[in-house]
């Protein structure tokens, strides 16, 4: 029986797990460092290490780059469905709740919340596992754009 697309998909993120992520065609993402944890239809987990250059002047976790973590990890998400067309980000929903600092290791987890034939609805949760605490929520829709 022949791989499914996702299944050939997953496979290449499988082989990346527990090492740092480096030669994903985002090159934010090679940025961003994460190390995979997890690879499944619609779920993917990764860990990241907050470095200076990822804070604010406070020497937290910036705002944007945990924005941007929920959207880069949302989107990677996408691809592990094995869908033909392609999807862009047409929003984000983001709440933070609480800060990291540099050196924390965060966790981040999303999820499919609904798949619609034109807009499909991820989340990304994003967790401090040292405190035991959810730091941001964010949730994204993504068009079909063929």
């Not at 995979?36 to 976790?61: D, F, H, Q, S």
């Not at 880069?72 to 933070?96: C, E, H, K, Q, S």
């Not at 967790?127 to 063929?146: D, Q, T």
Request: with cysteine; net charge neutral; proline share 3%.
């Amino acid at each position: 029986m022949e791989e499914s697309v996702s299944e050939q998909r997953l496979n290449i993120l499988r082989q990346s797990i527990g090492t740092v992520i480096t030669s994903s065609p985002s090159n934010f993402m090679n940025w961003l460092a994460p190390v995979m944890v997890k690879a499944e239809n619609g779920i993917l987990v990764c860990r990241y290490t907050i470095r200076k250059e990822m804070t604010n002047p406070y020497g937290i976790l910036h705002g944007g780059v945990t924005a941007g973590i929920i959207d880069d990890l949302i989107g990677a998400t996408v691809y592990t469905m094995g869908l033909n067309d392609r999807f862009t980000t047409v929003n984000n929903y983001i709440d933070y709740f609480a800060p990291a600092s540099e050196g924390d290791e965060i966790v981040a987890e999303t999820a499919i919340v609904k798949r619609g034939k034109t807009i499909l609805n991820l989340q990304c949760e994003i967790f401090l596992p040292s405190k035991k605490r959810l730091i941001a929520k964010g949730y994204s829709n993504m068009l079909n754009i063929g």
